[in-house]
């Protein structure tokens, strides 16, 4: 993790003309990521000195660049309060925050968005900066772009914002969210009507303003909107109704939200179906340990794995053998470059075509 440091603190014009091109730059950040899979070395990424330089990066000329950038962050600072702290204080949210609403790329908006609804995860600090940043504004704009990804995104931190801090709901009333989210409750997306009904409910359980509904006064097209969702999911195939139980449930909350009535669904037997219970006991988990990231589960299973009549035996097997590096292998070429003050970006270099 020092070699990738020291590549991201050389000067972007230094490694160009040792042949560096931004792919390399990428795939270095993919190695990295896979690093900061593990909380300590995460945390260590600040204090080696390759903090701020990634950072650096999500102002990169090149695209690709700025989305990985974002995605290494994100992994950095997901369930991890130090790093959350140390980016807020290298101001890595506003750099997040601007890629999040004024980049032209769509990925790198979408990419810094996924990395601020981490940084802010259970971040009383970033909270606060999202909205004295109007960072309301810019969720409204995302819901009206045309990809459908990103729009999801938005909704999800749309609904955790509103159910962490139900005062916030008055701020997505006043900036005409619930007219928004109906919309795309009609969508022919099912995570997109799933993500804007879970945020129109956290509005209409909410009485602290906006009327009786909770909904600004959008009580109507509401009305017509749920009354449509109930038409269609009546209209379904067996399968297709499995496919949007959660949708079904929704719906009829909402529907017993605003109207104090459970909606039709239940009348017709289509919110709780037959093997409904059965999707709430899991499957066997036979593939996890095969795809967990494997730092981070490494470092989490090590103690576990542990027999306690093994130990004597592991430690005396630990004083003769070869250590475990999870930093890393540098090949002679690397080592000779990087002693003798060489180029530091050959390790990444793709070789060029013959």
């Not at 093994?310 to 990087?338: D, I, R």
């Amino acid at each position: 993790m020092k070699e990738i440091t020291l590549v991201m603190q050389t000067p972007e014009q230094v490694l160009e003309a040792q042949g560096v091109t931004s792919a390399d730059i990428e795939d270095m950040l993919e190695e990295l990521q896979e690093h900061v899979e593990s909380i300590d070395m995460a945390n260590d990424l600040h204090s080696i000195g390759g903090l701020v330089p990634l950072l650096g990066y999500l102002k990169n000329s090149h695209a690709g660049i700025r989305a990985k950038a974002a995605e290494v962050i994100t992994t950095i600072v997901q369930n991890n309060p130090r790093s959350q702290q140390l980016v807020m204080e290298a101001n890595g949210f506003e750099a997040l925050l601007s890629n999040f609403s004024s980049d032209p790329d769509i990925t790198v908006r979408t990419k810094a968005l996924g990395a601020i609804s981490s940084l802010i995860h259970h971040n009383k600090p970033g909270i606060a900066a999202f909205r004295l940043a109007n960072g309301y504004a810019a969720l409204r704009d995302a819901l009206g772009s045309e990809n459908v990804r990103f729009q999801r995104k938005a909704l999800n931190l749309i609904h955790y914002l509103l159910h962490e801090n139900s005062s916030d709901c008055n701020v997505v009333r006043e900036l005409g969210f619930p007219r928004i989210m109906m919309h795309l409750a009609s969508k022919e997306d099912a995570g997109l009507r799933e993500g804007a009904l879970r945020g129109l409910l956290e509005l209409a359980q909410d009485k602290t303003g906006g009327g009786s509904d909770g909904l600004g006064g959008e009580d109507e097209k509401l009305k017509q909107v749920l009354e449509e969702r109930i038409k269609d999911i009546s209209l379904m195939s067996a399968d297709d109704l499995g496919a949007v139980r959660e949708e079904r449930h929704l719906v009829d909350s909402l529907w017993n939200a605003c109207y104090n009535e459970p909606s039709s669904l239940r009348e017709e037997g289509l919110l709780v179906l037959p093997g409904d219970d059965d999707d709430d006991v899991p499957p066997p988990d036979v593939a996890s340990k095969h795809f967990e990231p494997p730092l981070r589960a490494w470092t989490a299973n090590q103690e576990d794995n542990r027999a306690p009549d093994t130990e004597n035996k592991e430690a005396e097997a630990e004083a003769t053998a070869t250590p475990l590096l999870l930093g890393f292998k540098q090949t002679p070429n690397a080592q000779s470059s990087s002693s003798s003050g060489g180029e530091v970006g050959a390790r990444w270099r793709r070789p060029l075509p013959r």
